[in-house]
């Protein structure tokens, strides 16, 4: 099911990071009184009340005037307008409204998306009630008043988000068909292919990084079978700020791949991996996403030898060494070079992320394991595997029970996952484990 997203909004260092972070109940981002210092995650899984929420932080700019704060601010509103379920729209009691206040309020109250009003640093509503009132001037309905540093109101201001989350929205459940969201730096040539799978020029396709509006879905039908694939859309226009572009693109990203069954992630040969390809696939590892890493434009490198494809192969695994499972494949969407491969490794990984494995055959597997590497012990007390059981799909998802939890070590997890990957491939997928314990008598 889509998560619903949660954007906030709002101008440099009305404290926007300090509230993700009470949102969230942990500090995921980086934060200090100099604007634009969020340089990190900019996303977490929240929820409250049984409601579970996606929260993204749209912090992060470092402005040199005023114009370019509301240029910038604009920026943000139009990818949380495109984007984002609710949006909280920030203030900062101190400062009071200014006129980039009026002008993002303009273009949030023209979208129709639900805008929850979030006034910050109220540390006594008593004395600051005043103060809180003009806020009433933009508009937006009722200011929610809280401290972000001091936990207070958060509760009231979560409640009043949670009112506009839409409720059955399973639709995506029943589409059999694979999901595929094409993620990437902007300009390393996703809509370039997509718009080759598809055979003709329906994204637009431009040098400047970040000319595709909006994300698309486009369906393609190969061998009478229909893939969808989720272009995720770069920005309206060119950036002076490349982290600027880089940070607004995650935030589709993210919504792209909570979407998506297998994430397509577009390494540009020419530039090899960066620190925000690993980002964006790392979003997709932790949603237990199936993973293809495509490295695009391999007809533009240069001086290739026949070393050459397993060198980047090495610095990619090296790269991406938390998703070893992941496919890789090296194309040219200019050229079409290999690019029909695609469709062999998204049919792959899908029929690994399906897979049910009987468990009498799991628990040979896992028995087979122990006695090769025998489990280990702390203090005389050995850990004992009594049983497994597959439980999930997309991913794969396992129980094994265990006398003590504790005695299960990562490393040995990590060892019993590679044993199920010998036996049962699961290539492009990530596989998840469940240790529940049980009693020695239970058993």
């Not at 309020?105 to 004395?127: Q, T």
């Not at 949603?287 to 192969?313: H, L, M, Q, S």
Request: proline share 3%.
């Amino acid at each position: 099911m889509k998560k619903t997203i949660v954007a906030i909004v709002g101008r440099p260092n009305v404290g926007k990071s300090t509230l993700f972070n009470a949102l969230c109940g942990s500090n995921v981002s980086i934060v200090e009184d100099t604007p634009g210092v969020t340089r990190d995650r900019i996303y977490a899984d929240c929820d409250w009340q049984d409601h579970k929420f996606t929260l993204i932080d749209t912090g992060g700019i470092e402005p040199e005037s005023a114009d370019v704060i509301l240029r910038q601010m604009r920026e943000q509103a139009e990818i949380a307008i495109e984007t984002a379920d609710v949006i909280i729209f920030m203030l900062d009691v101190r400062t009071g409204l200014v006129d980039a206040d009026y002008a993002v309020a303009d273009m949030l109250r023209k979208s129709k998306k639900p805008v929850v009003l979030c006034i910050n640093k109220v540390d006594s509503y008593k004395k600051q009630a005043n103060d809180v009132y003009e806020f009433y001037n933009l508009g937006m309905g009722d200011p929610i008043p809280v401290s972000a540093a001091g936990r207070q109101g958060i509760g009231d201001l979560l409640d009043e988000i949670v009112k506009y989350f839409k409720t059955g929205e399973a639709e995506e459940e029943d589409d059999d068909r694979p999901l595929i969201a094409v993620v990437g730096r902007p300009n390393v040539g996703k809509s370039s292919i997509i718009n080759r799978l598809l055979g003709e020029n329906r994204l637009i396709v431009s040098d400047i990084a970040g000319t595709t509006r909006d994300a698309i879905d486009t369906t393609v039908v190969h061998n009478g079978e229909e893939y969808v694939f989720i272009d995720t859309a770069g920005l309206r226009r060119k950036s002076k700020i490349k982290e600027d572009i880089e940070r607004y693109s995650i935030i589709r990203t993210v919504a792209a791949i909570d979407r998506c069954n297998i994430a397509v992630i577009v390494i540009d040969a020419t530039e090899g991996v960066s620190e925000q390809d690993t980002k964006i696939a790392g979003i997709a590892h932790e949603r237990g996403k199936g993973a293809i890493i495509v490295v695009n434009k391999w007809d533009a490198v240069e001086d290739k030898d026949d070393k050459t494809i397993y060198r980047f192969t090495e610095d990619l695994r090296k790269k991406f060494a938390f998703m070893p499972y992941a496919e890789i494949l090296f194309i040219s969407a200019v050229t079409g070079q290999r690019l029909v491969k695609l469709y062999d490794a998204i049919d792959m990984v899908r029929q690994n992320q399906t897979l049910r494995v009987p468990t009498g055959v799991l628990n040979e597997v896992l028995a087979e394991a122990a006695a090769m590497h025998e489990p280990p012990q702390d203090k005389g007390r050995r850990l004992r595997m009594y049983y497994v059981t597959q439980v999930g799909v997309m991913p794969p998802t396992f129980v094994i029970f265990v006398n003590d939890k504790e005695l299960f070590h990562f490393s040995y997890l990590r060892y019993i996952e590679n044993r199920f990957r010998e036996a049962f491939s699961f290539a492009g997928t990530p596989v998840h484990f469940i240790i529940r314990e049980r009693k020695e008598k239970e058993s």
